[in-house]
């Protein structure tokens, strides 16, 4: 067998969010490196379409389990049907149009923290707490630089919900130790995905004057942060933990 420690052969991965974006991209990359995956959503259409795409030239066995996990029904039906997991990508999240925070509302704060940070928390508890995850496991949460490094008018609800997955890596990490389990967040900067071009107070030209403010002057693409995932979930990154791996074009340094 050729050397390769970015590779995720024999590994078997859990994605979430996998029916579209960051959470597609990552799911497609990590078959293509090998993994076997288990994806989840609650789209069953888009997710099926995954699956359907999913690589298998390494005999991977997929996996694929509808579920809404920022539902307790849904997450203990993911929690029952996962086992021996060698890594996770945890990519659940919504988007709500910016508003300045005198004009924040109650119903979207409790929606955004309770999609964008408790589905997350909930999930690693549960998965360390049944013990679902193999020893030395790799857990990457999908974080972002709003909240992190980028502090935005009009973006706080979503980023203090980001912030605070962000900070519980880090606990995560230090508690999950004791299994050898690595935990890590990747903070990506805009990704051109559906999820990115939902606000409709932004035009085109918002878009491209944004893009200004990076030093490669684009956004992102999905596979761009799939491939700084699959090294987080590969013996490769096996010396790092609790770390937030921004993914952002030199967006910070401009800003």
């Not at 030239?57 to 086992?83: K, P, R, Y």
Request: neutral net charge; aromatic residues 10%.
């Amino acid at each position: 067998m050729k050397y390769n420690p970015y590779s995720l052969e024999n590994k078997t991965i859990l994605v979430t969010g996998a029916s579209s974006g960051i959470g597609k991209a990552t799911a497609i990359e990590c078959a293509r490196l090998g993994a076997s995956l288990i994806i989840t959503a609650r789209n069953e259409g888009r997710l099926g379409e995954v699956f359907n795409e999913l690589d298998r030239s390494f005999n991977q066995n997929h996996q694929m389990v509808m579920a809404d996990i920022a539902t307790d029904e849904g997450l203990s039906f993911l929690i029952d049907n996962v086992q021996d997991l060698d890594g996770v990508s945890s990519n659940v999240g919504i988007v709500v149009n910016n508003a300045p925070i005198k004009f924040i509302k109650d119903d979207v704060l409790e929606q955004v923290f309770h999609v964008n940070a408790f589905s997350h928390v909930k999930l690693a508890r549960d998965l360390f707490k049944k013990k679902k995850l193999n020893k030395n496991a790799s857990y990457v949460f999908t974080v972002s630089v709003g909240g992190v490094t980028a502090f935005n008018a009009g973006n706080s609800v979503y980023g203090m919900a980001k912030a605070a997955v962000n900070s519980f890596m880090k606990f995560c990490a230090v508690d999950f130790s004791t299994r050898g389990i690595r935990c890590n967040s990747i903070c990506p900067g805009m990704i051109e995905t559906p999820m990115t071009r939902a606000n409709d107070a932004f035009t085109e030209d918002d878009y491209q004057k944004d893009m200004e403010h990076y030093l490669l002057k684009r956004y992102g693409r999905p596979e761009e942060v799939a491939w700084t995932t699959a090294f987080l979930l590969s013996d490769a990154s096996s010396f790092i933990t609790g770390h937030a791996l921004l993914v952002d074009g030199g967006a910070s340094l401009v800003r």
